[in-house]
């Protein structure tokens, strides 16, 4: 099993930026994958950023590409979501998502480990 530890939501203006990070436990030698997901109210949870957890390479949602850059700190089992120039359609719960396989996961079903969400509100 994976322990996926969200901090780092809040409040900000339109225009600023917030810094999201996830800490892995447990058998983290399995994850292949991590990525972030947000979920607004009375909407799907749908993809935002991923990572391959060995290479780097990254991949994001149209809707936050040159906006948003997920980055690993390996030695830290740790996967941030820097995200500037925020809108007030970013908020929502944001997720952090790790997976056994694959490479560069865009499907939620595509995930075996979830976080419980941390919460990112963007005034207009």
């Known amino acids: 099993q994976v322990q996926l530890v969200e901090s780092g939501g809040g409040l900000v203006q339109a225009g600023g930026s917030l810094r999201l990070s996830c800490v892995a436990s447990?058998?983290?030698?399995?994850?292949?994958?991590m990525g972030w997901f947000r979920q607004a109210p009375g909407k799907e949870r749908d993809f935002v950023a991923t990572?391959?957890?060995?290479?780097?390479?990254?991949y994001y949602a149209d809707s936050v590409n040159g906006r948003f850059v997920i980055s690993r700190d390996i030695a830290k089992n740790t996967v941030s979501l820097q995200m500037n120039s925020l809108k007030p359609e970013d908020t929502a719960v944001y997720y952090c998502?790790?997976?056994?396989?694959?490479?560069?996961?865009?499907?939620?079903?595509?995930?075996?480990?979830w976080g419980q969400g941390t919460q990112v509100t963007v005034s207009s």
């Open positions: 998502a790790a997976a056994r396989r694959g490479y560069l996961n865009i499907k939620r079903d595509d995930y075996d480990y």
């Open positions: 990572i391959n957890w060995s290479g780097g390479s990254t």
């Open positions: 447990g058998r983290t030698f399995s994850i292949y994958v």
